[in-house]
């Protein structure tokens, strides 16, 4: 029978992997701690859920339960403050699409422990990472989802809000207001 402290590890591990990714030896610990085998996905989530987690979701990952590791209770807040569809068209930006993209999580996050003097040994989180999409224009651009946002928006990048942009949608909101 697998521990709430394990339990606790591996919700923590499955959510900063949804974030920012997390090392593949700690996953696999985690998943051997629970008493599951190296490639549980699945089985891992089945777990999660009946402990009242919710995998797959950011904002509502935790339930009724709390993070444990520094990064997650810094990104599970954080996803608190997502916006939403009705302030996304408050802000005049209706068609515009909030992602969840590990690059700018894991750049938030790096951020969001230095101004909290946590360090980074604190978290399991893969920190240090730089938010970059301009990739992803030639890539998207013939999509039936993102070709349409790209041309209205000029790229992907203008398309989409992370979470390190954030604040820029209230500061949008307030002159809208």
Request: charged share 25%; aromatic share 10%; hydrophobic share 35%.
């Amino acid at each position: 029978m697998a521990s709430q402290t394990d339990i606790q590890n591996l919700a923590d591990l499955v959510f900063l992997s949804q974030n920012t990714g997390v090392a593949t030896t700690e996953m696999v610990a985690a998943y051997e701690a629970v008493g599951l085998g190296s490639d549980a996905y699945q089985e891992a989530n089945d777990l999660l859920k009946a402990a009242g987690y919710n995998p797959g979701y950011q904002a509502e990952f935790y339930g009724s339960n709390q993070a444990v590791d520094e990064g997650a209770k810094l990104l599970s807040a954080r996803w608190q403050e997502a916006p939403t569809e009705e302030e996304l068209a408050e802000a005049g930006l209706e068609n515009m699409t909030v992602i969840n993209s590990n690059q700018a999580n894991s750049e938030w996050l790096t951020n969001a422990l230095a101004a909290n003097n946590v360090d980074t040994s604190q978290t399991s989180a893969i920190t240090g990472g730089v938010a970059d999409y301009s990739y992803l224009d030639d890539r998207l651009k013939d999509s039936d989802f993102w070709g349409s946002k790209i041309n209205e928006f000029g790229s992907y990048d203008g398309a989409t809000l992370d979470m390190m942009e954030w604040e820029e949608l209230k500061k949008k909101k307030e002159t809208y207001s």
